[in-house]
């Protein structure tokens, strides 16, 4: 086991705490996982330290958790499963070192979070790609490391966006780097060159950054990393459609984003959105009243050339689709204007985080499915939810196409009081019960957190031995977040 | 010319597989891409185009010697020239000539097959170039009043082909043919039981100095006739004619027709003049003969200009299927009053083989068969009532295969223009 | 090392005795060497059979015999490139043809799924029948339209249509060792849509800018991203081979060539092209491939080569816009304007409007005409690739090359078709991919001075910091990158060891084991 002395020796004297307060913040979290208090609490502030920990903890035989988001948690990945593990707290790593207008990417460190991202690139006229209104506290390396959804499906080209390259240090202590920030030379040198450290895949017949993300810093503890940003637009003009018809508003949503109408575009129920965007409890309950049962949002852009010509263009084209889907868009609804929804959902949410300020505390069941299987999931939930005891009210349900509508995230959230022990028990059976039967009609959980993690991951032996095995390359001793996923 | 001699043409082959698969910007979906019967047939490599250029090298270099497994595989290929006019969409390259050279090289080794010696022996007996053809039945000519142009002159002489002499349908067909001509007002001159195999199936067998000695003989009796044309309704035979007698040197002195492009011109001059409604779908199989075989010979001799660039001095066209015989026939058709033409995926320089070419009909008739099925269903998937073809061993190989190719019916188009008259 | 007698019965008892041959004329039918840069050697070492198995299943028993049997295997689809060659005895040929079904097309999901033989042309045909199309390999039509297949899986479609890599689903991998892997979806559901999970992405190990040509087992099965296509069901094409040409051509389609004063210019209108998201195709050639994708022959290109180098100013790329409708097309239009009289560009004339125009387009769109700008000149063709990277890494990298080849080119070593160089760009300019192609007739002097060419381009790569080109497959050329490069080889090495323990998939393209105490 590792001892303070050791730990301090690396990271400095002030970086190591085992303080009760401070290990118990990383004990546990908003999710069910179970409590396990870390033996230290390491607070990173340079990139080579991690190597240097990480060969500490090899050499001791000390389980490492990276964590680059500060609290609150809400997954699960950051709570340790042993008491002998040490925590990484990466969240003080906030250099943005690097924004090329030109290279469209912005390169970071573990601890810059939205907040201080997106004023940062839109100095450069950038913009990120970014999730649903996430936390102040949220770590933008995090959420592309988790494979976070984003809300513009346009420019999600693929499953990893809008992963760049990164800089990892392995579980063997090695220290990689994915893309094309392994180029030859220093990053300066790169740069000089020509090189912006934006490629996400090779070097050569792999892709690491595939590897790395969705792993739940089991395999390899980022460093930092590149980030693909879009361009600001010139002029922006958002919709909502309401519907009492999801598959209506799913055919919509197809062609949208088919056509690639728009950037941001999303559909919620009236659940969600009325906790996503209510001030207070009598805005929220006028929007419970008011919404239509489902919402679909577009925002439709133009950039630099000729703004104003294909604004009116993309709105007569958009006007033209709606019209054959026998749909009509609206400015505002439910008394939420279009554009005061754009404004929430891209900017972090302060605190409390929008999700648990209204209940006290949510519970996410989430997965990656098609367009056209959605309404029979959204309807397997409800039922679940009905049968569970829980009010279908607090059941919000969020819809984000991403890979250019290949794919679609559901997000099922359960807004519950987490004082009152019935309810929060209620949810926790659900949150585990209802993963076989969604699966079976099909969702994939490709991103499995918390108590049922091992669950889904061994749905899948086969996927399972073969992770294994690449866990053994770049983790031999198993140090990096013993007991999440397969591990 | 040796298979040697074509070395530079194999060595050219850069292993793209274009062979196998119709031109691609013509691809319109999943089925009929394919367009070389050999490889969609038995799938090895060495069935393609390009397989052959590889295994071509390797004879000539002597890594491979001349077997009966050789044979096989060299005799289960129709001639079609589908590799070569694909290949030839985007490669300056001869792809065909090879493989002429190498049945050469197998008949010289004796690496022949012995369906494929039958018939070479009937036709140096004079005798059609048909296996199993015993006896005589009905002369396809018998009742006809039309000269018999080895005895008095006519200036335009019919070719029926083997096939008429051996084959009812065949038969039928230039019967018909030479009716309607005569219906045209044309002199025609028959050879009625004194015509000669144009011996041009032989050469595509490999038996290139057989083949020439039938063709110094349709010549010198071609010079006698004193005619000026020939038409005839063998698509092999024309192609023979009109382009493999040139390449081997030899003139007929003579304008060589197609029947189709033959009673092109007649309906275009208002001369024959279909008034009978014929109220049918149909769509038209291209035969290979008539089709991107049958564009003209270019005879050229240089050598390669440039070092890095396959350029000519003198410059050298390549013969690409373009320039075959592909109006004519669906302008016959489209003169038939209430027959309507609908087309298959694979047609005219791209068409689909019937099957029968290359002595395959004979050495291995469930390839063929399988060839025909192929094309058969292609037809009926167009929902066309009939298939209509211009080539009796197209007729042939395709009837002989209904049945296991759906319910669509094959008829000759010279018939069914005589419906309309 | 030979394979036995009883070895190949094993063999046959899988696929069956038509599916299976050693006889040297089929195995002479691989062994002629591909056209993809090739060197003095015309003949590759024969394999010991070729096989072509009908199924996963299949594959999956061939592999474990191999595993058994101690042999090595190669699989490929229609087997184009140099890397389907083995690179010794002992090894067998898996020829992926008899598998050739589209499994699945899911219009509202926009992904389909395909077997290796599945060539573009078709796929893209089916789709289009849909409304739907995909990427193609700039190889060409001919190309497996599984995004496994193709060594980089980058086209001329790529702007709107991204790469093999980013389009990749869910794929079944039958492992060299023979177990069978569905990853993402497949394995946890199967169904197709998504190929990353759950948690990290297998992904990651089966491709990266580059496939493992033939080293890292065979993929039977993999789902691929399609796209909307705003044209026609078909395309109706006059004419006849190789003189096609659209019969009537899409109302929202143009075609054109443009040339810039120099690279600058060029990049400009790149990035600004990619920023206004108006490209469907943009494929940097030059002015003598354009003049080949409109050539029918060798004469006929050197003829408008000649024409066209005397009508642009410089580098240039080939570009189609495609418009969803009326509006979109027309906007689209005048940004183009905008945009060539920003960079200062000129288009060629000589091809604008008429078949001329229709026709390029739509060998574009289709990618049929990269034989003509590559091997029709003399059945070969080299050069150096480089990688996927920013548009500015690829420019200034390419440069060497340039230099290198009018060498070669003063040598009398390759065709002088010109040094402009061919970079084009990918996902709306988000990345860009450069190559200096080379056309020539084999020799050994000719494969010295290639080698050589290479051999500058990959210290020009390193001394350059410039990146890793996709040309680089081989054990001897990763040991040279890897240590300027992280030591990615030793990782892709132990990807390697893991799974193919037995080195049955052979992978002399790829990477091979070595031992470790030598590696460190």
């Keep these: 086991m590792v001892t303070e002395a050791q730990l301090k020796k690396v990271a400095g004297a002030g970086n190591v705490s085992d303080a009760p307060a401070a290990l118990e913040a990383f004990a546990g979290d908003a999710s069910f996982v179970g409590k396990t208090r870390p033996r230290f609490v390491v607070k990173v502030l340079e990139a080579e330290r991690v190597k240097d920990l990480v060969d500490l903890a090899r050499e001791t035989g000390t389980p490492l958790v990276p964590v680059s988001s500060d609290a609150p948690h809400f997954l699960g990945d950051t709570v340790p499963t042993t008491g002998d593990a040490v925590i990484l707290d990466l969240s003080g790593m906030k250099q943005i070192s690097f924004i090329d207008r030109v290279g469209r990417v912005a390169v970071v460190e573990p601890g810059v979070t939205f907040g201080e991202l997106i004023p940062a690139v839109a100095e450069h006229g950038l913009r990120l790609n970014m999730p649903l209104r996430p936390r102040a506290t949220k770590s933008v390396l995090g959420s592309m490391l988790s494979r976070e959804p ?57 892709s690491w950054h595939r590897v790395i993300q969705g792993a739940q810093g089991t395999m390899g503890i980022v460093t930092w990393a590149s980030c693909r940003c879009e361009l600001l637009p010139r002029l922006e003009q958002p919709y909502f459609i309401g519907s009492s018809e999801l598959p209506e508003l799913l055919e919509v949503i197809h062609w949208l984003v088919r056509l690639r109408l728009g950037n941001e575009c999303l559909i919620v129920d009236r659940s969600f959105m009325a906790v996503l965007t209510a001030n ?109 005891g829980f009010p279908t009210a607090r059941l919000g349900v969020y819809l984000q196409p991403i890979v250019q509508g290949t794919n679609c995230h559901c997000e099922f959230s359960l807004f519950y009081d987490p004082a009152d022990a019935a309810e929060t028990q209620a949810v926790r059976a659900l949150a585990t019960d209802v993963i076989r039967p969604l699966m079976g009609a099909g969702a994939f959980f490709s991103r499995p957190f918390g108590e049922a993690a091992r669950q889904i991951m061994n749905e899948d032996g086969a996927t399972v031995e073969a992770l294994k095995k690449v866990k053994a390359i770049v983790d031999p001793a198993g140090i990096l977040n013993p007991g999440k996923l397969c591990f | 010319m040796a298979l040697k001699d074509y070395q530079s043409e194999m060595e050219t082959c850069c292993r793209c597989s274009a062979c196998k698969f119709i031109p691609l910007e013509k691809v319109t979906g999943y089925e009929h891409a394919n367009v070389c019967p050999s490889i969609s047939r038995y799938d090895f490599h060495a069935y393609s185009g390009g397989g052959r250029m590889a295994f071509g090298l390797s004879l000539v270099h002597g890594r491979v010697k001349y ?132 011996g041009g199936r032989a050469y595509e067998m490999g038996y290139l100095d057989e083949a020439k000695a039938q063709a110094e003989l349709n010549v010198a009796r071609f010079k006698e006739s004193g005619a000026a044309e020939i038409v005839t309704g063998c698509a092999h035979c024309y192609q023979y004619y009109k382009v493999l007698y040139p390449k081997l040197g030899f003139d ?119 060839t025909a099925v192929e094309r058969l269903n292609e037809a009926e998937s167009t929902g066309a009532d009939a298939l209509v073809t211009a080539c009796p061993h197209c007729s042939q190989n395709l009837q002989g295969a209904g049945g296991d190719g759906g319910s669509i019916g094959v008829c000759d188009i010279v018939e069914l223009l005589d419906r309309a008259i | 090392m030979a394979m036995k007698k009883e070895q190949y019965r094993a063999f046959e008892s899988v696929v069956g005795p038509e599916n299976i041959s050693d006889e040297p004329l089929h195995l002479d039918a691989w062994a002629w060497r591909s056209g993809q840069a090739a060197g003095a050697q015309d003949f590759k070492p024969r394999f010991e059979a070729i096989l072509m198995p009908g199924s996963t299943e299949e594959v999956q028993a061939i592999v474990r015999l191999c595993n058994k049997f101690r042999l090595q295997y190669k699989a490929s689809s229609t087997g184009w490139g140099s890397y389907c060659d083995p690179g ?302 920013s548009y500015q890494v690829q420019s200034n990298f390419i440069q060497h090359s340039v230099r290198d080849k009018a060498d070669l080119i003063e040598r009398g070593l390759v065709y002088a078709d010109s040094t402009f160089p061919f970079i084009t760009s990918l996902e709306h300019g988000q990345q860009a991919h450069s190559e200096v192609l080379l056309r020539y007739t084999p020799s050994p002097e000719v494969a010295q001075g290639t080698m050589e060419y290479v051999g500058k381009a990959n210290k020009n790569a390193v001394n350059g910091h410039y990146g890793l080109p996709h040309h680089v497959f081989n054990d001897a050329q990763h040991d040279f990158f890897g240590p300027h490069m992280w030591g990615y080889h030793k990782w892709l090495r132990k990807v390697k060891k893991a799974f193919d323990p037995n080195a049955t998939s052979e992978s002399s393209h790829h990477i091979t084991v070595k031992d470790p105490a030598a590696e460190e």
């Design chain 3, 88 to 389: 010794g005895p002992g090894c067998l040929k898996l020829d992926l043809r008899r598998m050739n079904r589209i499994v699945e097309i899911d219009e509202d999901s926009m992904y389909a799924v395909v077997e290796p033989y599945v060539i573009t042309a078709q796929f893209q045909g089916e789709l289009m029948k849909r409304g739907l199309h995909c990427n193609i390999n700039g190889a060409g039509a001919i190309t497996s339209a599984m995004p496994l297949a193709a060594h980089e899986g980058i086209g001329h479609l790529s702007q709107c249509c991204s790469v093999g890599e980013r389009n990749l689903l869910a794929v079944e991998w039958v492992t060299p060792e023979g177990e069978i892997i569905r990853t993402g979806s497949a394995g946890s559901i199967g169904e197709w849509f998504c190929g990353d999970g759950p948690g990290p992405s297998l992904r990651g190990i089966l491709r990266g800018n580059v496939v493992p040509l033939g080293g890292l087992g065979v993929y039977t099965k993999a789902a691929t991203k399609i796209y909307h296509w705003p044209g026609p069901p078909t395309m109706r094409l006059k004419g006849h081979s190789p003189g096609y040409a659209p019969a009537d051509p899409p109302p929202y389609f143009m075609a054109r060539f443009l040339s810039f004063a120099d690279e600058n210019g060029r990049a400009l209108a790149i990035r600004k092209i990619g920023e206004s998201e108006i490209g469907f195709v943009l494929m940097g050639f030059n002015a003598n491939m354009v003049a080949a994708n409109v050539a029918t022959s060798n004469e006929e290109e050197i003829v408008l080569a000649e024409e066209y180098l005397k009508s642009i100013q410089g580098p240039g790329f080939c570009f189609v816009i495609a418009g969803n409708s009326a509006r979109d097309f027309e906007y689209k239009k005048q940004v183009l304007d905008l945009i060539i009289k920003e960079a200062k560009g000129k288009s060629l004339k000589a091809v604008e409007g008429g078949d001329v125009e229709a026709g390029l387009m739509w060998r574009c769109i289709r990618v049929t005409a990269s034989i003509r700008e590559t091997m029709r000149a003399t059945g070969v063709f080299g050069g150096e690739i480089f990688g996927t990277d």
């Design chain 1, 280 to 388: 207070d409890d009598a805005e929220h309950a006028r929007l419970v009243a008011g919404l239509p049962p489902w919402v679909l949002f577009f925002n439709l852009v133009a950039y630099d050339y000729l703004p104003e010509q294909r604004m009116e263009g993309q709105i007569e084209d958009t006007k033209e689709l709606l019209q054959r889907l026998g749909v009509e868009a609206a400015q505002s609804l439910g008394g939420v204007s279009a554009r005061r929804f754009l404004e929430t959902i891209r900017e972090p949410s302060p605190q409390p985080y929008w999700k648990i300020g209204r209940a006290g505390a949510c519970q996410d069941i989430f997965f990656v499915t098609t367009l056209t299987k959605i309404p029979g999931l959204v309807e397997l939930m409800t039922k679940a939810t009905e049968a569970a």
């Design chain 1, 150 to 206: 984003v809300i513009m499906p346009h420019y999600h080209w693929d499953i990893s966006d809008p992963i760049g390259s990164t800089e990892v240090v392995f579980g063997t202590g090695d220290v990689f780097r994915t893309g094309s920030a392994a180029n030859p030379g220093t990053i300066e040198e790169q740069r000089q060159a020509g090189g912006v450290q934006k490629e996400a895949a090779g070097p050569s017949a792999n």
């Design chain 2, 252 to 370: 007929t002195g003579l304008k060589i027709w197609h029947v189709t492009e033959y009673l092109a011109q007649l309906l275009a001059k208002g001369t024959l003049k279909p008034c009978k409604e014929v109220d049918l779908t149909v769509t038209y199989h291209d035969p290979c003969h008539l089709g991107r075989l049958s564009e003209p010979w270019i005879p050229w001799e240089g050598k390669q200009r440039e070092r890095h660039m396959r350029v000519y001095e003198p410059p050298r066209t390549f013969r690409r299927g373009a320039g075959g015989v592909y109006e004519p026939p669906r302008e016959v058709l489209r003169s038939i009053p209430g027959l309507k033409l609908v087309e298959m995926d694979r047609i005219k320089e791209y068409a689909w083989c019937c099957g029968a070419g290359g002595g395959v009909r004979e050495s291995n008739p469930e390839f063929a068969r399988w």
């Design chain 2, 67 to 198: 077997t009966p497994k050789v044979a096989e595989v060299v005799y289960n290929c129709n001639l079609c020239g589908a590799c070569d006019v694909s290949c030839k969409y985007a490669m300056d390259m001869d792809v065909l000539e090879p493989l002429y050279a190498v049945r050469q090289e197998c008949v010289k080794q004796g690496q022949t097959l012995p369906a494929l010696d039958k018939l070479v022996a009937k036709m140096k007996k004079q005798g059609p170039m048909v296996l199993g053809a015993k006896g005589r039945h009905k002369a396809w000519h018998e009742g006809l009043d039309v000269a018999d142009y080895t005895k008095e002159k006519a200036p335009v002489v019919y070719h029926a082909g083997c096939l008429a002499r051996c084959d009812e349908s065949s038969g039928r067909a230039a019967r018909t043919s030479v009716a309607l001509l005569q219906k045209a007002g044309i002199k025609v001159g028959i050879a009625k039981d004194r015509e000669l195999c144009c």
